[in-house]
């Protein structure tokens, strides 16, 4: 016995204490559980403990190398984690600036403000009520220089109704802005700044090559705390956010960013802009990992105009458009549900003049495919005006190939609908896959307040709630303009229209309905859910 090998003491106490965390990796570890529940409660952002001190086979490391161009691009390294993003920081931040911003407002500091208006009303009747007075209001928001002659890019949001720019550099140098000029359908703004000095400057990248999973780091001033860093992955491309803004295919990222980060850039791993952070998902007002930056691509574009005429000019169909659903496809015996189906087209419009009709679907322009009706949005803005473009329809299952002069697109005041003109006598009411509709009328736009220029068609008067086109969002109110191809004069007509879709097999059909808040849609529903 005396001559076996023996447990060393003093080892086994050295190897009990690498398993044991060390009184710094307890707390450490205690901070990273209190932030968790921060992060939770109070929906604010939190500055998790790093895990780069931590081995992981098969893993990569990030260090920083020069690629040639002066970018701080991370370099892969075997058998490790993510080191460090600090020689990216370096050498961008200087180019992020906060950008502040003055407006007039009677809103918010009101001495009475939380008095009940009950109680305000009584005040003002004796002379007592505090009214609004107009005073300065601050806000500040994120920006980043891309021109060493002082052009710089943020929010229209962060400026919008400002009556003076402040932007203050990183070294602590301030400079009031001139604002060059702004686009509100992309939340985009330009600015410009004089220095007597070449100012620091950030690239544009190309956003098209990201991958969902790709890092992304965001630099900006949340909650006026300048040039703070956060880093997250790219975790959904071509979000569609809202119809205020139908240009934006938004890069939607998990980088903590708040309120302040508003104009931000956001970089890929090459220092390079990939996007502009403009919106968070949040119920409690701060970050809870979902944030949407516009694409670079989209700024580099904007920007350019901006420069150019202080001002954005798009394309123009003239059409009302909506996409084509799974049910409207199955309705016209369509494979794939792709495409923009036309609802309306503008009188004297570039559609109309060029032969797009009501019920053709928009495939591809220029050989590009359309793959729903935002897509065809965005694709008709960016061509200028004047150009030709050939639109691949289908038109009754048949292809086409339609060339169209693109016109400008006007401002949204003076956009209008017009709904599709029709005659017919009156006739019956009938009832027909969960409708009832009634003949149209004078008196029956009266009691439904319709537009005048609805002249045929018939009227939707119940709807019932079990039935398919309740779900649909059918109402009263509504007219009924086609069945399929079958253009409704009279109820009647809707009722064989029903009849003769059944006898032919199908369970759902195609309406073209003039909607009773304006506008023109296809929509189809389902006839024996009824």
Excluded: C
Aim: no cysteine.
């Amino acid at each position: 016995m005396s001559n076996q090998l023996k447990p060393d003491a003093g080892f086994l106490s050295r190897l009990s204490n690498l398993a044991k965390p060390s009184l710094r990796q307890r707390r450490v570890m205690a901070m990273g559980t209190a932030a968790a529940v921060v992060v939770v409660g109070l929906g604010a952002f939190a500055l998790l403990p790093p895990v780069a001190h931590i081995q992981t086979a098969g893993a990569p490391m990030l260090v920083a190398a020069n690629d040639g161009e002066n970018h701080a691009a991370p370099r892969m390294l075997e058998n490790s984690a993510p080191f460090s993003f600090a020689d990216l920081v370096e050498r961008v931040s200087p180019a992020v600036v906060t950008i502040t911003s003055e407006t007039t407002t009677t809103d918010g500091d009101d001495d009475n403000s939380n008095i009940p208006q009950q109680f305000k009303d009584l005040f003002n009747q004796f002379g007592q009520g505090a009214k609004p007075q107009p005073h300065k209001a601050l806000s500040a928001g994120s920006g980043f220089i891309i021109d060493k002659a002082g052009y710089l890019v943020t929010n229209n949001h962060v400026v919008d109704a400002s009556k003076k720019i402040t932007v203050k550099l990183p070294d602590g140098r301030s400079f009031t802005a001139k604002l060059i000029g702004t686009d509100a359908p992309t939340d985009i703004a330009l600015l410009k700044i004089d220095s007597k000095t070449p100012l620091p400057t950030v690239e544009f990248g190309d956003d098209k090559k990201l991958r969902v999973g790709d890092w992304v780091v965001a630099v900006g001033n949340p909650f006026g705390l300048s040039n703070s860093v956060t880093a997250g992955i790219v975790s959904s491309l071509g979000r569609n956010i809202e119809s205020s803004q139908q240009y934006t295919n938004f890069i939607q990222i998990d980088a903590p960013i708040n309120r302040g980060n508003s104009g931000g850039p956001t970089f890929d791993l090459r220092g390079q802009v990939i996007g502009m952070n403009s919106m968070i998902f949040s119920p409690s007002g701060g970050s809870v990992g979902i944030g949407f930056a516009i694409p670079a691509s989209l700024i580099h574009d904007v920007v350019a105009q901006l420069k150019a005429h202080g001002h954005v000019t798009r394309g123009w169909l003239g059409a009302e458009i909506q996409p084509v659903t799974p049910e409207i496809a199955a309705s016209l015996g369509i494979k794939d549900a792709k495409g923009a189906i036309v609802a309306n087209v503008v009188p004297n419009g570039p559609a109309q003049k060029s032969g797009i009709e009501q019920g053709d679907i928009v495939t591809a322009i220029d050989g590009q495919a359309v793959e729903d009706s935002s897509d065809l949005v965005r694709k008709v803005a960016n061509i200028p005006t004047g150009q030709v473009a050939v639109f691949s329809v289908s038109r009754n299952g048949k292809p086409a190939q339609i060339k169209v002069s693109i016109g400008t697109r006007p401002d949204d005041a003076r956009l209008a609908s017009n709904a599709p003109a029709g005659t017919g006598p009156a006739a019956a009411s009938a009832n027909a896959a969960g409708l009832a509709l009634s003949p149209l009328t004078a008196e029956s736009k009266k009691t439904f307040n319709l537009a005048d220029n609805i002249s045929g068609g018939a009227v939707i008067t119940k709807v019932d709630p079990d039935s398919d086109a309740a779900d649909k969002g059918l109402q009263p109110g509504d007219v009924v303009l086609k069945i399929g191809s079958r253009t409704i004069k009279t109820p009647a007509d809707f009722q064989s229209g029903v009849a003769e879709a059944k006898k032919g097999g199908r369970s759902s059909v195609l309406l073209l309905v003039a909607r009773n808040q304006g506008g023109t849609a296809f929509v189809a529903i389902d006839i024996e859910k009824t």
